[in-house]
């Protein structure tokens, strides 16, 4: 079920708001969150009611392996190995079994396969918040033992499928609350506001941007010549397309999160303004990049073993946030290159002068930009035709045979450039930032929007939105981010 | 929570008015048509610009589905009417094959309109299959006036709700469109020299804006295949769905339309005759004849229809058999043309159309018995 679609914004949700609402309102705050849990089986079985037994059998398993490490006297490190396994287990069966098996099978010339393998939707992220459990439980040895809270911190519906990737500690003390505490109407104002900006964002952003991308880079993948103003045209779509995509998806979740009373970690913070790559990972999906740093770069050694190490660090990091992306090299060298970028900016910051501002940007945005060409297209000549048609313009002779994309495309993404780079964003509209203090985006400057005009001014903004998300909401387009 | 609820209602009121302006906004009826652009369902611009542009005169028109598009030639019928009545060689005769692919009988009454209320038409060859269907067209929504999606019928129209949340969407986008069409891709204004011609054919293959979207169409189907197609379809068939008490409610929405296009017709004085083209395999006539019965003649060639070799796939003719159908119905309608050739005013009274269609000749000319 797509947020995006009539099914869930008038069946589902008001079903589901209704029932958890009502149950709370009679007091019955546990009945309450077990139909939340219920509820968001139902959401994930509405895509393929077979893999709801895998998430389960997923929750159950690191619900007991949760209890062994908060045991007295357990022996952690084994129990969380095997935790980990089972987990990475999981993951590496249904996501990278045939891409390993594929690869070896090129390297050995055997014919290796586990036949066709349906990825479940969201297994990357309901993977990776359980792993994070289970090492923060064998750390401090405080393990949830109520079921109900646990599954709700796996499967809680608005972030199931794609993120935020949640964090116990924030989230397993809301749930332990949760149905049992008053909301406030103005958190459920805030909700509501990013309900409506995110479907927005997807809707009728991100869901025109891919009319932009999608013909380029199915060209380019299809051994087509492409144009450099069609190669532009199609990263610079994608670009700001998967930003609205994603970033109205988190801001869906928060704000669904929200209608619930419950408070969902920042996951954007308008990334495009970044000023350099590391600034950018501060601002790019944010829960992902807090899992990589806080269980792989920082175990790893992070940067308490010199530069040198720091940075191999920083490569294998990136790398394998990379392939959570995809079982796929593309993913891979995308991760790759942004360690790289990662190397090159600390060492600047390290032996460089500062640049000036507009250098700063122009160069963040155009290394984010190069590596979204790798992470979209679907084969390594189609990524590198047009990174070759961006920066090497072809002969006039073959420039010519090549249609120009029109004006109105152009204007398109000028229009959607100046929205991610020069207004606030969707968290600092609605004054979210306020509600969530220690969360991941503390590090990044969130500036929440203080001149608001009336409610109700704001509140018809909002119809005048939601109305352009109802023309547009009949046909959706799959999230971005499900295919991770 | 007063607030959030006050401020909630004022959302939903916004919206409710803004998606409701949207029926509103004004666009072009020739960017409307033009805006499908997908494979050969583009053809309805063509269509727009035969009817509007092209001053060409219509002496036939079919309308119809992909049977009809892939099985009916417009020259080959021309010259076959031609051929067997001397009376119309006096002058040329025009043969315009205004079908496009998928049933359903909203969108054939469009077509209809737009010809009828436009152009002087002789004769209109509307195609049946052996049932009416009980879907609605998927590209209705695409040429249709606001109106159109309104007031169709709710029962039983599937498609109602569909065309509806997507108004809207279509109207702003067409607002747009005709403000800037050149930026998509459109025309404002007819240029001739993107224009097909006024009798394009689809039998050979299926072209938009004069290039083949299909491979030549002479593929012959195994004909065990056809066989066993047509045995399956003969086993998924269900004429009442509903019970045969209630085909009246089932089969509506068609007799809805297709009542409206007879009606039409008969105002503008246009004869009206049916050809049966279902696809491979199907009864010598339709199961129900009532909504034709004193319409119209229905036209057959089931001998045609019968032979395996002439079937690209079990619903389209290839080339061979659309060449061979041409041939019969233009024939077929021959007598019919030679009559209107004769008749100053096409739009001739009700009396005269009737007299006409009563003095149509009898059961070896290939037309149903059933029509008298």
């Known amino acids: ?484 | 929570m007063r607030p959030f609820l006050r401020n909630l209602g004022l959302a939903a009121a916004t919206a409710a008015i803004v998606l409701t302006g949207t029926l509103f906004l004004p666009h072009d009826r020739y960017i409307r048509w033009q805006d499908m652009r997908v494979e050969a369902y583009a053809r309805l611009g063509w269509i727009y610009e035969r009817i509007h542009f092209d001053p060409t005169p219509i002496d036939v028109a079919f309308i119809g589905t992909s049977h009809t598009m892939n099985g009916i030639d417009s020259a080959a019928v021309a010259d076959a009417i031609m051929r067997a009545s001397p009376a119309s060689r006096a002058r040329p005769v025009h043969v315009t094959n205004l079908s496009i692919p998928a049933y359903g009988r909203n969108l054939h009454w469009l077509i209809a309109r737009e010809l009828l209320e436009n152009r002087k038409v002789g004769t209109l060859v509307l195609e049946i299959f052996e049932n009416e269907t009980r879907k609605a067209h998927p590209l209705f929504l695409y040429p249709a006036d606001v109106s159109d999606v309104l007031n169709a019928p709710l029962f039983i129209n599937l498609d109602y709700f569909h065309d509806l949340v997507r108004l809207p969407y279509r109207q702003l986008s067409l607002f747009v469109k005709t403000l800037w069409p050149e930026e998509f891709g459109l025309r404002r204004v007819f240029d001739p020299a993107h224009y097909d011609g006024s009798m394009v054919d689809n039998t050979r293959v299926v072209q938009v804006h004069g290039v083949a979207i299909t491979p030549l169409r002479d593929r012959r189907m195994d004909p065990s295949k056809l066989e066993a197609y047509r045995r399956q379809r003969a086993g998924e068939k269900n004429l009442h769905m509903l019970g045969g008490r209630f085909d009246w409610l089932e089969y509506r929405f068609p007799r809805y339309y297709v009542t409206k296009i007879l009606d039409l017709a008969k105002q503008r004085g246009v004869a009206v005759k049916f050809l049966y083209l279902p696809a491979y395999g199907q009864p010598d006539l339709p199961y129900d004849t009532s909504l034709y019965a004193g319409r119209g003649q229905i036209i057959t060639a089931n001998d045609i229809l019968a032979k395996k070799e002439n079937w690209e796939d079990i619903d389209h003719l290839n080339l061979y058999g659309a060449a061979e159908l041409s041939a019969r119905v233009g024939s077929l309608l021959a007598s019919s043309v030679a009559r209107q050739s004769q008749t100053s005013d096409v739009a001739a009274p009700q009396a005269a159309l009737a007299r006409r269609e009563a003095a149509q000749t009898g059961p070896n000319d290939g037309t149903s018995p059933l029509s008298k």
Not at chain 1, 138 to 149: M, P, T, W
Not at chain 1, 270 to 285: A, G, L, N, T
Not at chain 1, 297 to 307: A, D, E, Q, S, T
Not at chain 1, 315 to 320: R, V
């Open chain 1, 1 to 484: 079920m797509l947020f995006n679609s009539f099914v869930f914004l008038f069946g589902f949700l008001p079903l589901a708001l209704a029932g958890y609402h009502g149950l709370r309102h009679l007091g019955r705050h546990e009945s309450a969150k077990v139909f939340l849990a219920l509820a968001s089986l139902f959401f994930y079985g509405w895509w393929d009611v077979r893999y709801v037994p895998l998430v389960i059998i997923s929750v159950a398993a690191n619900f007991a392996i949760g209890l062994l490490l908060g045991a007295k006297g357990a022996a952690r490190a084994p129990v969380l190995a095997l935790g980990i396994i089972f987990n990475l287990g999981l993951l590496g069966y249904y996501k990278y079994a045939n891409f390993f098996l594929t690869n070896v099978g090129d390297i050995t010339g055997l014919s290796l396969t586990v036949g066709a393998i349906v990825l479940p939707l969201g297994i990357s992220f309901f993977t990776f918040q359980q792993i994070a459990y289970l090492v923060e439980t064998a750390r401090d040895g405080r393990c949830e033992r109520n079921f109900i809270n646990y599954s709700l911190f796996v499967i809680f519906f608005p972030h199931l499928i794609a993120g935020p990737i949640t964090h116990p500690r924030e989230m397993l003390p809301q749930f332990d609350l949760a149905g049992a505490r008053p909301i406030d109407a103005g958190l459920l104002q805030v909700g509501m506001a990013l309900l409506i900006i995110g479907l927005a964002k997807k809707v009728v952003l991100a869901d025109t941007l891919a009319l932009l991308a999608n013909p380029v880079f199915a060209s380019a993948d299809a051994a087509a010549t492409v144009s450099s103003a069609q190669a532009w045209m199609g990263a610079l779509a994608y670009t700001f397309q998967l930003y609205f995509d994603f970033s109205g998806y988190s801001d869906m979740a928060i704000g669904l999160g929200l209608l619930f009373g419950i408070n969902l970690p920042v996951n954007f913070a308008s990334p495009y303004k970044s000023m350099s790559i590391v600034e950018f990972w501060r601002r790019w999906h944010i829960t992902l990049s807090r899992f990589l740093r806080n269980y792989i770069y920082i175990p790893l050694g992070g940067n308490r073993k010199g530069h040198a190490r720091r940075y191999v660090n920083l490569m294998i990091t990136m790398g394998l946030g990379g392939l959570w992306h995809g079982a796929g090299w593309t993913f891979l060298v995308w991760g790759l290159l942004h360690g790289g970028y990662l190397v090159v900016n600390n060492l600047w910051f390290r032996f460089g002068r500062p640049l000036p501002t507009p250098l700063a940007w122009g160069a963040t945005f155009l290394a984010t930009v190069v590596g979204w060409v790798l992470f979209r297209a679907a084969t390594f000549s189609g990524a590198v035709t047009i990174l070759t048609a961006m920066f090497v313009p072809a002969a006039p002779a073959a420039a010519t045979a090549i249609t120009a994309p029109p004006a109105v495309d152009w204007l398109t993404l000028a229009a959607v450039a100046a929205l991610s780079l020069f207004s606030p964003n969707s968290i600092e509209l609605v004054g979210y930032a306020h509600s969530m203090p220690n969360d991941p985006s503390d590090r990044v400057p969130l500036n929440p929007v203080r001149r608001r005009p009336s409610s109700a001014v704001v509140a018809i903004a909002l119809g005048v939105v939601a109305a352009l998300v109802f023309a547009k909401l009949p046909d959706p387009g799959i999230f971005l981010y499900f295919n991770f």
